[in-house]
């Protein structure tokens, strides 16, 4: 599923995320998927980033967009 941060009423800043067990998330600086992008992949567990400034700094309050794609196999 697809969401699109830039049409939310009020544009929050994402600044922690959970990734689910088997899914990766993809931040993006650019609405409709667009821009510099951040990576966050969970493995075999959840994985928990409390604050994106962890991952990167230029991304930590700069989300116009974001992908998530799960392993949807057995």
Known sequence: RLWNLYYYRYRNDIEAVIVRRGCTLTLFADSNLQGKS????????????????????????NNESLRCTCNTTG
């Not at 980033?49 to 230029?58: N, P, Q």
């Open 38 to 61: 951040v990576v966050i992949r969970a493995g075999n567990s959840d994985r928990v980033v409390s604050d994106l400034e962890d991952i990167d700094k230029s991304m930590s309050d």
